[in-house]
């Protein structure tokens, strides 16, 4: 029990993963391989962001 809202969670980020028409950035994205430093914006110190994972979903 307790499964319910992880699971609902896990079939709404598939769902938005395989119908997103979002456009991909091809020149970032050879950027980013190739380890090339860009000139837009940041210090090269990237933060991640924890509050994207909640409590419940580990339960």
């Known amino acids: 029990m ?3 809202r992880a699971k609902a969670k896990q ?3 598939a769902r938005e993963l395989k119908y997103s028409t979002r456009q991909t950035d091809f020149d970032a ?4 391989l190739s380890g090339t ?3 837009e914006g940041g210090n090269g ?3 991640f962001d924890d509050d ?4 419940d979903d580990y339960r």
Do not use: A, H, I, P
């Open 29 to 32: 994205l050879q950027r980013e």
């Open 37 to 39: 430093k860009s000139s």
């Open 2 to 4: 307790g499964r319910g």
């Open 52 to 55: 994207e994972y909640e409590d």
């Open 45 to 47: 110190d990237e933060s």
């Open 11 to 13: 079939t709404k980020v």
